[in-house]
């Protein structure tokens, strides 16, 4: 039986990529086990929680990434430059491992140097590309700038930067990395990254594969919506906006889109008939304060099940990131038949089918988000459910015939 270690920032009982692939790959006969940094799971078995030292190192990685990106412009997210990290190659899993997985590994848990370690162990590395990092000098999400694209240089996070910004060293630190190793291997949940790494300067000479996300489907599937309203006390005649609580000042979720979109909403929806129904851990008295209509906090939610009863309970979830890969939240209420809102960008458009299982609405248009909302609250949409492309057993299959590739290979 092969053996597969996943090595992720953080473990979660819900909501977690690498625990929902550690799932499918014990069903399918593969041995996997996660090694994480922090963690909201027991340690066992097949779960490794690191311990003080790691994450001292990781407090200490985060300050000083917070005092040389103190100027970046803020309004284009998270940039890391990892300086300090942990290595992971003498662990047990790790040894007994024929394959590694990389998940999200920065903020201290990773630095390149330890990637490098654990390539050294001449073991297969899948570096699962949850957003651009990977394939960039630092940034998370590039918005715009193509630069990455050849040399990243003069960073648009960095105002009045030069030519060896940290963008520009990253880049060359992990080309060096990159050029090193040949058994590096990267994965994009969606077309729309892969096609990003593809041309990425990094990754463009790289081995890419696009396998999509994977979800529990006994879990995030349709229910009686008259049942989980009930369940969460709510009126039966209300129609229900629901939506993941964010920071306010996320440049990633879009939050002033959505504001916007909920006062024009407003003019032309019913106020008495309208919950908009809020998850997560987001500013609840800022958010509140800002939504014309009815609203109720559920607070963050840690099981699945309630997750997946909240995206039933509703008629329509709004989704306004700016910048995303392959958003687990879309997945999961299309796959509860919860028709979605988002905007056009990123890989959303693998998971949205324009007024078939939601609405594309146009990039940054606050008006058009609205639009999206009235159609999904007004329209019987019939066929809402994630694309077909998306199943789990597809995707575990690329799994599979990657791992025999990249095995037989090295």
């Known amino acids: 039986m092969k053996k597969i270690v996943q090595i992720q920032y953080r473990s979660s009982p819900s909501g977690d990529f690498a625990r929902r692939l550690h799932n499918e790959?014990?069903?399918?006969g593969v041995g996997s086990s996660i090694v994480s940094l922090y963690s909201d799971v027991p340690a066992s078995e097949v779960q490794l929680n690191l311990g003080r030292t790691p994450r001292f190192v990781s407090r200490m990685d985060n300050r000083a990434n917070a005092f040389l990106t103190r100027k970046t412009n803020k309004e284009y997210g998270l940039f890391s430059y990892p300086l300090l990290g942990t290595n992971l190659a003498d662990l047990g899993p790790v040894k007994e491992a024929d394959v590694i997985y990389l998940h999200w590994v920065q903020f201290g848990y990773l630095n390149l140097k330890n990637i490098g370690q654990l390539a050294k162990l001449g073991k297969p590395i899948v570096v699962i590309l949850h957003d651009m990092w990977s394939i960039t000098g630092g940034c998370h999400y590039s918005f715009d700038c193509n630069k990455y694209q050849n040399k990243c240089y003069d960073c648009q996070f960095f105002p009045g930067s030069n030519q060896r910004d940290l963008a520009a060293i990253g880049f060359e630190k992990k080309a060096k990395l990159y050029?090193?190793?040949?058994?590096?291997?990267?994965?994009?949940?969606?077309k729309w990254l892969y096609d990003c790494a593809k041309q990425s300067g990094l990754t463009k000479s790289k081995p890419v594969h696009y396998i999509p996300n994977v979800l529990d489907r006994k879990v995030f599937k349709p229910i009686d919506k008259k049942i989980a309203k009930e369940i969460l006390n709510i009126d039966q005649e209300q129609r229900v906006i629901l939506f993941g609580a964010v920071a306010v000042n996320s440049p990633y979720k879009g939050w002033p889109y959505l504001k916007s979109a909920l006062d024009i909403l407003y003019q032309t929806e019913s106020a008495e008939n309208t919950l908009v129904l809020v998850f997560g851990g987001g500013d609840n008295r800022e958010i509140a304060a800002s939504i014309p209509f009815k609203t109720r906090f559920l607070g963050r939610l840690h099981d699945e099940y309630t997750v997946a009863l909240?995206?039933?309970?509703?008629?329509?979830?709004?989704?306004?990131?700016?910048?995303d890969n392959l958003p687990y939240t879309i997945f999961e209420s299309l796959s509860c038949a919860t028709p979605v809102v988002a905007f056009n960008t990123g890989g959303i458009p693998d998971l949205i089918q324009h007024k078939v299982n939601g609405y594309l609405a146009t990039y940054q248009s606050a008006e058009d988000i609205a639009n999206g909302i009235g159609y999904c609250l007004n329209n019987s949409l019939k066929e809402v459910q994630p694309p077909a492309e998306l199943d789990n057993g597809l995707s575990m299959q690329k799994h599979l015939e990657l791992m025999d590739s990249i095995t037989r290979a090295n």
């Not at 050029?179 to 969606?190: C, E, G, I, Q, T």
Request: overall charge neutral.
């Open 25 to 28: 790959f014990v069903q399918v």
């Open 310 to 323: 909240a995206y039933n309970a509703a008629n329509v979830f709004v989704a306004p990131s700016l910048a």
């Open 179 to 190: 050029a090193k190793y040949d058994n590096l291997y990267f994965v994009s949940p969606s």
